[in-house]
């Protein structure tokens, strides 16, 4: 079995495999070839996009490998079948993930460009396998006996294992896929949670589970085999569809999470008398749900429902949260609420009917019904004392039968004021009948004189002035939208607009609007004859599924219709057989016909949905739901009789589906194969806008009841917890960014994001998406505490967004949307908890205020207009973040915000009286130091020192970072000049301040210790320091900054009293120079921590004392053929019976193992462990001397308790120890990787691994690292694994025969790879009657001989005398007999070219997989440029190579990690640089051959004359550019003026020009200066000046987005000056570039962010600094750096100008100097004098002398004291000095 890391992309979620015994999935191993992929399809993006896509589907190859974009992103993909679908997309599947998607064809784009890149991605086998889970298979069905997987079990899947990586072992390979293992972070089986979690079965056996792969997959038949899936991958309707629990499901987890919530809960009303009603009423009809019935509010009672509901309106505006109905979580069916429909309306309400988060309630006062939120309905309150009067209307029932439809009823009698004579009541209704008055003529004359009561003694009532006395409800509730009522109704008494229900249940959005007291007009009646009657509400009853779109969109058929459709089915086609019936004459949408099916030829009732005059018209069969395209001959005007009767079919979706999402083709298809044709019990609920019933289906087994919406909807979510941490912020720069306003609250709260289109935009969409999905139960936050990150539904846009709770009160919760800054109150019981997935994106906006101001005090009437001025501008706006003050909330940055047009905003509204700055005078105290520590307590690990005193006094800091941070705060306080004229501060022993410090100019935090006349002596907190200050130089400490504690803690090394002088001079050298260490503390004294230092595992206070330690012992390496290589290894001696008191005071001498050394003969060995040929282990074929380590560090661990010796501090590559789970004993390891909790962990001494938690991974004791590791990592040396290595299927065989067989086998090791990983060996192997391994495994097509570019040869044919190059340069001088030339100058720099744009890419930089050995050419790095040069490797020494630039002629030592594989196109050319011999050079004086060099790197050119080669040395003669024969110049011996050649004119040698110039050197190297003439200071600081304002004000600097370009001038800061200054750009990197600056001389790296464009002015000034080489008789001397620092010193700007006498000849870029003198002293004479000592008579010169002084300090006199010349003397004082 073989253990991989696998990162699943995918699983296979179609119908198909839900029914096989296994699950299906797609991944990837985890290696870089998945990186190399994704960057090389970055590589080719720009190409990818820009190339046209292909214009004929016979362009594509279904075996050729494509690029498509998919999801916003590149990948590789194959198409099966080149075909379009009928909707015109392709079917491709992308073969790096196993999915297949369905898309158009312009987003496919052919591989068909040249390039390493693309051919890769070509030929790269595809990365995503498929895999079939082990050990647990599907439960069988009871009715078929198959398999079938769960839709939860497959959702667990998906959720829980996809896009992870997961531990897997690799058990057999069938066709169908590779069967794994996978295991989780805590080493446990994914089968068995699976299986605990009843999701599926486990196979008995072994070979019951073989058995079950096996027999699917004979069936089964793939035609993409391992790399291709049969179906699309699309998401299955469990991810997007909610789930309603059973309408009698209890919740009993609420009651109990609402328990424990102060929740006010009123007694519940059951009962309101019934009116009191008198024979006769005037009723004003609001409402009616069938003909005949009707609902009225009677006209006597109009002023006492006003006064009700005013004093309702009054008495919930007044309560902050009422009290909810159903916060205790029970059932209050037939119970009375109260229903607060919008800021003004409050009405009574009677629960009808209870759904699971919903309730159908009743208007008692006004008849109608309409289904509403739980949340909304709210508890009646005790202290109404109106709540509990009568009703204020009937439910009415004609006595005699009407028979019209349902809208006509409904005109003709609502928002009427009729008389009735009430009769008997019957549950709750009252039989009526209309009197004889004059009001009821109309509703008479419709319908008929005998519903008219025959009371003749009943007076004629005239309809009455209502005039003041009538009042009614102002509005009533819609279901629909919430309406917006104006104030000023509630006081208008004689006319007040009333809104009254109308309609049946199905129509409770419509209003009608009535002014009282006049009468509203009798609509008249109008009906289409060929339109349906509205169907009527249907009763939750049986139902069958006949026509199915999706879940958002069905028909139903009621089954009590299924015989009337039958019946009139016969009827149409018994009449519409008939040819003679007309076709329809106007199609109009909308109305009624018959038309006849295509696919049966029968006729059935229809309605035009819409028309087309040249295709006919689309028609609904309004008794089944589908639609058909048909010809207007095929449809027939409808009859009368067949209109009466309402359409049969029900449009329905399911309830609480969202209509707008789009679903999935398998989604569709799997909602129809559930339910069409099927019967269920349906309950209907409400009609929606688009007219469609929410209906809730369940079918009906023998065992139990199963709701669709279940069957379908999204999983439970039993495993996620809250998040324990908040959200994480997006991070702000240090310097001002663009911003928009998102959203303000005044100028101490508002929040700002970024004006760039969201990043996150995606995520943020499928979170809604997700979120709509669920049902209201699911993923409800059951656990909401304040500042927990939860998600939340906007109540203006329906939409979900992440939150964060302010506060709760009660059961509302005060939420915060993270990515967009505004609240709202919600209720607990509708936040849903937060996934991990959608925490993993910071929040979108930054709550912030401005800095340093505070409300002004009075604040300014118009402040409003100034705020809007500012922030509601719309703009993008500059802000620059600072961090938020000690002890706010670190979530709040201050900031400064520029606004267009105004500036600084806090300074406007400043100047507007809004707000006033906030004083910096801070009278406070210090905040205490923390020092409550617990003994032996590890309180920093990255801790430094910057005040020692002794080892008993010193401070340190903890948390070297905070204090940056804090000084970069207080830098900035600093250049407020308000606080550096504030000179008022008093100082008192004790009181905090902030006291400059003169050494670096700036201010630090402190407190005075005393105070004297003029100045004042401090601490300072921070550092520990103490120093005399100026009183004026000392200000009061701002309370912003006195509430962090002081940032150094005094300390005191334990034992240190017992240190000696010698001893405490160690101990302060050691921790003073320490980068960092750790500290330990002990105890408190005194205020002091008492503490133990250490670095590493090293205490630093026994590093004080000697350690001596005796060198290991070395034998001698045998030589000869073959030896053993336990013969090369160190025997070492562990101590028996080690107790761990022995092991915690031990001083680590070793962080590191050691290794076995290697022979360079052949070494007989075995292997430990195999990966591949690319990784094994190999070690000594006996391992007896060490077998007594192995053993006592097993006993000794093994005595440990867990808590023992745990490793606290790991990171990657540390030695460590850990048990090996599989024979349970510990071995030496070292870690590899660490995800999360896990560590991947090396056993060194066997190569296998494994993962463990870091809770049990123990830390070294240095006595276990004291001998090597035992086995050693290796590869077979130059070969590769071939293209068709993982499709061949003898492959384990010959790898097998090669490494598992058990043998002694022999190893010839070669140099390690040039990563510096000194443990990677390349090794050639041979094995016993195979011999050579990498040999056999080419011969049988597993691994390939990687083939090294070979430079081809230099062409060294000339003839003698041949002119070989005009324009030679020469690259590197040894001396006249050892030179190299150029020859194409021009060649060199297309190669240079090449490579400066292989550098750029990362792939370059990141990966580094270059063998070295003697003579391989590579890319080797020079240092002294930073540059990438042509090599061959001459030597390896370690880790580090000796290499030859073959290019240029010179060798230099570079790091392993400095060399990289020489690409191919690079090894083309032959080297460019020829080794040259000077002819007649051999009889050169000491003083030519120094000229030498001089004179060749002065000329730009010359012309070279090759004589004769001999051994690959061109032996040659040189010549200047005007034929001057440089040998005769060199062989003179006068090398400043060189005698004229007797053939040459005069004319021939340019004259030279001396002239003398003061000035200041500004800069120096080796022989080069750079200088300042006197004359150009006034200029030059002008031009200076300007170039700093201009930078400060508006440069526009660059980044590595828009980067600037090379050998053009721009203005650039010095980063070691901090002042801006002219440099030229010759090399640009990724975000930096190398620069020269022009008026300085020397040049530098810096960031594209201190880079700005110049304008022309600039461009045009020359460099203010003349470049002056030394004359040809001194030889450049090496200083010291040290000493190269004060010489530069000395000759830097010093008191008075330096004189240089300066020749130059004609045509010279370069003047040289003659003499050059600092005061009295020539520098260029002493420099080069011999000079003696007194004491010893030896010679030295004085700048042996310089770099001594550098060694030894420069204010020891008595060693230069001796020295003969005076004026060497005071030179040397002057540089001490």
């Known amino acids: 079995m073989v253990n991989i890391s696998l990162y699943v992309t995918h699983v296979d979620d179609t119908p198909r495999r839900r029914k096989e015994p296994f699950i299906c999935f797609w991944g990837v191993p985890q290696n870089r070839f998945r990186i190399l992929i994704e960057l090389f399809i970055e590589t080719i993006q720009h190409s990818l996009e820009t190339r046209p896509p292909p214009l004929y589907l016979k362009e594509l190859d279904s075996n050729q490998i494509c690029c498509v974009f998919i999801n916003n992103q590149w990948q590789r993909a194959r198409i099966p079948d080149v075909k379009l679908s009928e909707n015109g997309t392709l079917d491709v599947f992308c073969i790096d993930t196993g999915k297949l998607h369905a898309i158009p064809p312009n987003v496919v784009r052919i591989l068909n460009f040249p390039g390493i890149e693309e051919e890769n991605l070509r030929t790269w086998v595809p990365l995503a396998s498929k895999f079939l889970l082990a050990d647990i298979i599907a439960p069988r069905e009871s009715i078929s006996s198959s398999h079938q997987w769960s839709e939860s079990a497959m959702m667990f899947f998906k959720m829980h294992v996809e896009k992870q990586i997961w531990k897997a072992i690799l058990i057999e390979n069938f066709k169908e896929g590779q069967s794994v293992r996978l295991f989780g972070s805590n080493n446990q089986l994914l089968a068995t949670i699976m299986i605990e979690r009843k999701m599926g079965v486990a196979a008995q056996t072994y070979i019951e589970y073989m058995q079950s792969y096996s027999s699917v997959v004979v069936k089964t038949k793939d035609p993409h085999h391992t790399h291709v899936i049969a179906s699309p991958n699309v998401n299955t309707t469990g991810d997007n569809v909610k789930k309603l629990p059973s309408s009698n499901t209890t919740t009993h987890d609420s009651c109990n999470q609402l328990g424990n919530i102060n929740i006010t809960i009123p007694t ?32 006597k009672m109009f002023h006492d429902l006003y006064q ?19 916060a205790d979580v029970k059932s209050h069916l037939l119970e009375y609420g109260v229903l607060k429909w919008d800021e003004f309306n409050v009405y009574r309400v009677r629960i009808t009917k209870e759904f699971v988060n919903h309730a159908e309630v009743m208007f008692i006062d006004f008849g109608s019904t309409v289904m509403i939120s739980r949340s909304k309905i709210l508890a009646p309150l005790q202290s109404s004392t109106l709540f509990r009067q009568p009703p204020f209307g009937i439910h009415c029932q004609l006595e005699n039968n009407v028979t019209m439809s349902i809208p006509e009823w409904r005109d003709l009698i609502v928002g009427k004021f009729l008389k009735v004579k009430v009769g008997k009541c019957v549950d709750g209704i009252y039989s009526v009948k209309f009197t004889n008055d004059p009001c009821n003529d109309k509703i008479a004359k419709i319908l008929s004189p005998a ?3 025959e009371s003749k003694d009943l007076k004629s009532v005239i309809e009455p002035n209502m005039g003041k006395e009538c009042y009614l409800q102002t509005s009533v509730p819609s279901s629909g939208r919430l309406r917006t009522i104006d104030r000023s109704m509630r006081n208008q008494e004689n006319s007040i607009s009333v809104t009254v229900f109308w309609g ?28 349906y009657p509205v169907q009527p509400v249907p009763l939750n009853q049986p139902v069958k599924v006949v026509y199915v779109n999706n879940p958002s969109s069905f028909y139903v058929l009621q089954l009590e219709s299924w015989t009337a459709l039958g019946d009139l089915e016969k009827n149409l086609n018994a009449v519409y057989s008939d040819e003679s019936k007309p076709s329809i004459v106007e199609p109009k949408p909308g109305s009624a016909c018959v038309v006849q099916y ?21 028609v609904l069969f309004v008794d089944c739901g589908n639609t058909q395209l048909a010809p207007v001959e095929k449809i027939k005007s409808i009859d009368e009789e067949f209109v009466k009767l309402p359409p049969l079919a029900y449009h329905c979706k399911l309830d609480e589906e969202d209509a707008s999402r789009d679903w999935t083709v398998e989604e569709k298809d799997k909602f129809q194969s559930r339910t069409m044709g099927k019967i269920f019990l349906a309950t209907f609920t409400i009609l929606d806008s688009e007219g469609k019933y929410l209906v809730r289906l369940v079918e009906e087994t023998k065992k139990e009841k199963i709701v669709v919406k279940d069957n379908l909807g999204a999983p439970s979510f039993p495993n996620i917890l809250p998040p324990s941490a908040g959200y994480s912020s997006r991070s702000v720069s240090d310097k001002p960014i663009s911003v928009v306003v998102s959203y303000f609250v005044h100028p101490f709260r508002f929040f700002l994001s970024s004006p760039v289109i969201c990043a996150y935009q995606n995520e943020l969409e499928e979170l809604e998406k997700f979120y709509s999905s669920l049902s209201p139960n699911d993923l409800h936050e059951d656990q909401p505490s304040l500042g927990l990150p939860c998600v939340a539904r906007f109540a203006e846009d329906g939409r979900y967004y992440r939150s964060q709770i302010l506060s709760i009160v009660d059961d509302i919760a005060d939420i915060l949307f993270v990515d967009y800054g505004n609240q709202q109150k919600t209720p607990l019981s509708e936040l849903k908890r937060i996934t991990p997935c959608f925490m993993e994106f910071p929040q979108m906006t930054w709550q912030c205020k401005l800095k340093g101001v505070k409300k002004a005090s009075p604040i300014c009437p118009d402040f409003q207009k100034h705020i809007d001025t500012c922030f509601a501008t719309n ?7 600072h961090p938020a003050s000690p002890g706010e909330n670190n979530r709040v940055f201050e900031v400064d915000l520029t606004v267009p047009k105004i500036g600084d905003a806090s300074q406007y509204l400043i100047e507007k009286n809004v707000v006033e700055r906030v004083s910096l005078e801070a009278d406070v105290e210090l905040a205490a130091q923390d020092v409550n520590f617990s003994p032996q307590q590890i309180i920093s690990t990255n801790a430094i020192t910057l005040c020692f005193k002794s080892p008993s006094e010193f401070w340190v800091q903890f948390d070297p970072i905070s204090v940056n941070d804090f000084m970069a705060r207080l830098d900035k306080l600093a250049l407020d000049p308000q606080f550096l004229n504030k000179k008022d501060f008093i100082p008192s022993v004790g009181k905090p301040c902030l006291a400059f410090y003169e050494v670096d100019k700036r201010w630090y935090r402190a407190k005075v210790e005393a105070v004297k006349e003029d100045c004042v002596t401090i601490c300072y907190v921070d550092y520990g320091e103490s120093c005399d200050v100026k009183t004026f130089e000392v200000r009061g400490l701002p309370k912003e900054f006195a509430q962090q504690p002081a940032l150094a803690f005094k300390c005191c090394q334990d034992g240190s009293e017992n240190f000696s002088e010698s001893a405490s001079k160690l101990f302060e050298e050691i921790v003073v120079d320490l980068e960092s260490f750790s500290v330990k503390f002990l105890k408190l004294v005194d205020g002091v921590l008492c503490v133990r230092l250490s670095h590493g595992e090293s205490d630093l206070g026994e590093l004080c004392s000697p350690v001596e330690t005796e060198p290991l012992p070395e034998e001698p390496v045998i030589s000869g053929a073959v030896v053993q290589a336990e013969s090369l290894v160190q025997d070492v001696a562990v101590t028996n019976n080690l107790a761990v008191n022995d092991v915690f005071g031990t001083l680590l001498l070793f962080t590191e193992y050691t290794s076995l050394p290697v022979s360079e003969t052949p070494m007989e060995v075995c292997v430990s462990w195999f990966y591949n040929p690319g990784q094994f282990f190999l070690s000594p074929v006996n391992l007896s001397k060490y077998q007594n380590c192995l053993e006592e560090l097993e006993k000794f661990y093994s005595s440990l308790s867990p808590e023992e010796l745990m490793e606290e501090q790991p990171i990657l590559g540390l030695p460590c120890v850990a048990r090996f789970t599989e024979d349970d004993r510990y071995y030496r390891s070292e870690i590899l990787s660490i995800r999360g909790e896990i560590a991947e962990l090396l056993f060194v001494d066997f190569g296998n691994k494994q993962n463990t938690p870091l809770s049990q991974v123990k830390r070294m004791v240095p006595r276990f690292l004291g001998f090597p590791k035992l086995a050693w990592n290796c590869k077979l040396e130059g070969v590769k694994k071939m293209t068709t290595f993982s499709i061949n299927p003898e492959a384990k065989k010959y790898l097998a025969a090669c490494f598992l067989t058990g043998e002694t086998v022999t190893a010839s090791f070669h140099s390690t790879g040039s990563d510096g990983n000194k443990e990677f060996f390349e090794v050639d192997l041979a094995v016993p009657e195979i011999g050579d391994v990498s040999q056999y495994l080419i011969r049988n097509n597993i691994l390939e001989r990687i083939s090294h570019p070979k430079l081809p040869a230099q062409n060294l044919e000339f003839v003698s005398n041949q002119i070989i190059s005009t324009h030679a340069v020469a690259s590197y001088i040894k001396s006249p007999t050892e030179f190299w030339v150029q020859l194409d100058p021009v060649s060199l720099e297309l190669i240079a070219d090449l490579i400066d744009k292989l550098v750029i890419d990362p792939v370059f930089t990141n990966e580094n997989n270059f063998t070295v050995f003697k003579g391989k050419p590579c890319l080797a790095f020079f240092p002294d440029d930073q540059r990438w040069y042509r090599a061959t490797v001459e030597a390896v020494n370690g880790d580090t190579a000796q290499v030859f630039y073959f290019d240029y002629g010179n060798n230099c030592a570079v790091k392993m990690s400095d060399l990289r594989q020489l690409p191919i196109e690079l090894s083309k050319q032959a080297a460019l640089a020829f080794k040259c011999s000077l002819d007649g050079s051999k009889g050169f004086s000491k003083d030519a051959i120094a000229a030498f060099e001089t004179l060749m790197f002065g000329l730009p050119a010359f012309t070279i004359e090759c004589l004769d080669v001999i051994d690959g040395v061109l032996r040659v003669r040189l010549y200047s550019s005007s034929g001057i024969n440089l040998i005769k110049q060199l062989s003179s011996g006068k090398l400043s003026l060189p005698p004229i050649p007797e053939e040459e004119s005069v004319e021939s040698i340019p004259e030279v020009v001396f002239t003398e110039l003061e000035g200041k050197i500004s800069y120096y190297s080796s022989n080069i200066f750079w200088f300042h003439l006197e004359r150009n200071k006034v200029e030059m600081k002008e031009m200076e000046d300007q170039l700093n304002q201009l930078c400060k004000r508006d440069a526009n600097f660059f980044s590595d987005k828009h980067k600037p370009k090379n050998n053009l001038i721009y203005g650039i800061k010095h980063p070691k000056f901090a002042t801006w200054r002219r440099g030229l750009l010759y090399k640009i990197f990724t975000n930096t570039a190398s620069v020269y600056f022009l008026d300085y001389g020397d040049s530098q790296v810096v960031s594209f962010a201190e880079i700005f464009a110049l304008p022309d002015q600039f461009q045009c000034i020359p460099p203010f600094a003349i470049r002056c080489r030394v004359k040809t008789s001194w030889k450049p001397v090496e200083l010291t750096p040290v000493v190269l620092e004060k010489l530069n010193g000395v000759c830097f700007y010093p008191q008075t100008p330096c004189k240089l006498v300066c020749g130059r000849r004609e045509n010279d870029k370069v003047s040289f100097i003659d003499s050059f003198f600092v005061g009295e002293h020539e520098i260029l004479e002493l420099l080069c004098t011999g000079l003696t000592k007194k004491e010893c008579g030896q010679s030295v010169t004085l700048v042996q002398c310089i770099n001594l002084m550098g060694e030894k300090g420069w204010k020891g006199g008595d060693w230069c004291s001796g020295l003969r010349s005076s004026s060497v003397i005071q030179f040397v004082d002057l540089l001490g000095r």
């Open 875 to 881: 703009e993008e706006l500059s802000a620059l973040f």
């Open 268 to 299: 519940c009303i059951f009962e309101i008398p019934a009116a009191k009603l008198a024979n006769t009423q005037h009723l004003y009809i609001t409402h009616t749900e069938k003909p005949g019935y009707f609902f009225g509010q009677c006209q």
């Open 308 to 326: 009700m509901t005013k004093e309702l309106d009054k008495l919930y505006s007044s309560v902050p949260y009422p009290p909810l109905l159903y």
């Open 504 to 531: 049946s249940r199905s129509d409770v959005g419509r209003l009608e609007e009535v002014d009282l007291p006049k009468i509203s007009k009798t609509r008249t009646y109008s009906c289409h004859p060929m339109s």
């Open 451 to 453: 519903v008219l009561s």
């Open 598 to 618: 295509e696919e049966d030829n029968g006729w059935y009732r229809g309605q035009i949905v819409k028309y087309c005059a040249h295709q006919g018209a689309t």
